[in-house]
């Protein structure tokens, strides 16, 4: 039998350098200063499940995917890929497990080669990986990823700035598949696109990991569409993963307190007469995060332990919550 | 029923090029009341952009008005030569960009652009002009307003810069905002700030409000009607309850069950086929007719123009007929 966990993130944390240029920091006698933009983030991801990744601008979300398709190394942490370890993967292994794991970007104009034509484009990952015996074959897969994606095989001839935003990201999507891959990182998918092709690509997005058995990271600051497409959702404040909960339970009953702020700030674009609240405060510098809790000068919870102490993840019922207002049962569960 | 503040009526936007012309608005007309804030919705390239770049007589070149009228109260403003139109801007029509940094100077602080503003359309000395300028940054709620004021725009963040391009647009005390995706740079959570204060102004002051994006939870916490555009047309206007609820274009059907719901989950949303036409591509008769599952026979020969219903405005043939 398959391990039913296909990618796994233990106490994952990265850190950049944003020191000033080291002649500057001797003359103004500066420290180095680094930023932690993903702080011991621990998830897994089941196989053929959408785990999403949810939190305002800066939150590390994009960070966390970059590290999983190996775009930057982490600064310590493991992410494990069908049982093995990522970062300590090297040589042919290394290609394999690579394959297996493709990424789909936010921006369809910039993730293109504007000088490609599309069927080149997409048949890159097919000679990288050596997929195909011949240019037949290659060509023959190319059409009908094409097909798959709702495109024309004969759009293979033609170049990126001929299509529109969704179509783009069609395109790119045949290209990620053209690895065939079982995993998919799709930071934003359809943040650069209106509504309703917004609508027509999550569609297509469903269709694909029934037909082929995906398993998705899915990132986006859009609560309604993580609720539309995810399984399980983790919720990222400042780099840290403050709550981890299956999709209903998260929309049910919100446990952290950030989480409840999220739900509370999303707009009421079906007019359900749902209030909308108020949200406090703005998410400080990741470069000198507050002490203790670092939601702490925004909670309504928050006492004098927060400040001081990390809290710990806790689970209850069935979410993994790093809150002492929470563990205490200071938070009365809101159910609706 | 009040005079409306802003009228538009028949507005036709065109851009010569070599062989033809692309018409980028095609008879667009609506109204803005005094205290009101219509939203305008629609996809990328719809026309929302445009319309208020008309309005306040922005257009870029060799793009121009080619028919219509635009008023503002009893004055005609589509006609109005260069320096009038630039003595409006700013005093009667104050305008907001997406982007908070275009319309901020990096290297002035905020104290300096804005008293630069006021004094420019109000008769204030430096030490009033001050004052009011704290008043303003105040009202749209810069916390400490009196020490933050002689700070520079990348000391705030883009939720408060965005705060301070809403107190610049509202130093002149203008008549009508227009807003072009005010929020769409932002965090949902700052976003509702954002919101609120354009809310409180316009309900303070009586401002009319245009409200350009294309997301609809702003719209529907915004606006008191919608004007929903594509391909350069109004397809529909209405109350922004029954815009939300119950549309009646086929196009804003489609658009409003595309939206993923937040409180309950389906397997498949409703999906429009196909895309927007380019304006060089718009098909003869209702713009909208080789994307649409109800359409008749003229639907692909005749344009519907708005029709009033009893739910709004609406051009679509399929309400021919129902008038009230
Ligand atoms: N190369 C880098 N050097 C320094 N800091 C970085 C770098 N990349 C990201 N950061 C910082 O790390 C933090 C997390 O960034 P990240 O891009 O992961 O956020 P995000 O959640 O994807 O945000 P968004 O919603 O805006 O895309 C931010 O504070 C960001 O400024
Ligand atoms: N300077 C220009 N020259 C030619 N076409 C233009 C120009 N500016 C805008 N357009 C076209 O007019 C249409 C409407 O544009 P715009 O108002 O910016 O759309 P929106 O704001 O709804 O996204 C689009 O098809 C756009 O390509
Ligand atoms: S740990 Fe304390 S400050 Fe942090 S979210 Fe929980 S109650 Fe609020
Ligand atoms: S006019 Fe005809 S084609 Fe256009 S929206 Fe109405 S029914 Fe559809
Ligand atoms: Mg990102
Ligand atoms: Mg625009």
Known sequence: MTQQVLLEVNELSCHFDVSKPWLNRMIEREPQRFLTAVDQVSFSVNRGETFALVGESGSGKSTIAKLIVDLIHPSSGDIRFDGQSLPNTRGEAFKTLRRRIQMIFQDPFASLNPRWRVGDIIAEPIHAFGLAKSQVEVTRTVEELLDKVGLAGRDRHKYPHEFSGGQRQRIAIARALSAQPDFLVCDEPTSALDVSVQAQILNLMRDLQDEFGLTYLFISHDLSVVKHMADRIGVLYLGSMVENSPSDQLFKQPAHPYTRMLLDAIPDHEMSGRRRKQVTGEIPSPIDPPSGCTFHPRCEFANAKCKQQRPAVHETQGSLVSCWASEEGRIATITG | ?324
């Open chain 2, 1 to 324: 029923m009040t005079q409306a503040l802003l009228s538009v009526r028949d507005l036709v936007v065109e851009f010569p090029k070599r062989k033809t012309r692309l018409t980028a608005l095609d008879k667009v007309s609506f109204d803005i009341h005094p205290g009101e804030i219509l939203g305008m919705v629609g996809e990328s390239g719809a026309g929302k952009s445009l319309t208020g770049a008309a309005i306040i007589g922005l257009l870029e070149p060799p793009g121009h008005i080619a028919s219509g009228e635009i008023w503002l109260k009893d004055q005609r403003i589509d006609q109005l030569p260069y320096d009038q139109m630039r003595r409006l801007r700013g005093k009667r029509i104050a305008m907001i960009f997406q982007d908070p940094l275009t319309s901020l100077n990096p290297i002035l602080t905020i104290a300096n652009q804005l008293i630069e503003t006021i004094q420019t359309h109000l008769p204030l000395n430096d030490k009033e002009a001050r004052a009011r300028a704290i008043q303003l940054l105040d009202e749209v709620g810069i916390p400490a307003a009196s020490k933050r004021i002689d700070d520079y725009p990348h000391q705030f963040s883009g939720g408060m810069r965005q705060r301070v391009v809403i107190a610049l647009a509202l130093a002149g005390e203008p008549e009508l905002i227009i807003a072009d995706e005010p929020t769409t740079a932002l965090d949902v959570s700052v976003q509702a700030q954002i919101i609120d204060v354009l809310k409180r102004m316009c309900h303070v002051h009586k401002t009319a409000v245009m409200l350009v994006t294309h997301d609809m939870g702003v719209i529907a916490e915004a606006c008191d009607r919608v004007a929903v555009m594509y391909a350069g047309r109004i397809a529909e206007i209405g109350e922004v309850r029954q815009i939300v609820k119950q549309p009646q274009h086929p196009y804003t059907q489609g658009l409003m069950g595309s939206i993923p719901s937040i409180t309950e989950r389906v397997e498949r949303l409703t999906q429009i086929p196909g895309s927007m036409p380019r304006l060089d591509a718009i098909p003869t008769g209702c713009a909208f007719n080789p994307r649409c599952t109800q359409k008749i026979d003229r639907c692909t020969e005749d344009r519907p123009d708005l029709i009033a219903t009893d739910q709004g405005q609406v051009s679509c043939w399929l309400y021919e007929g129902d008038k009230p």
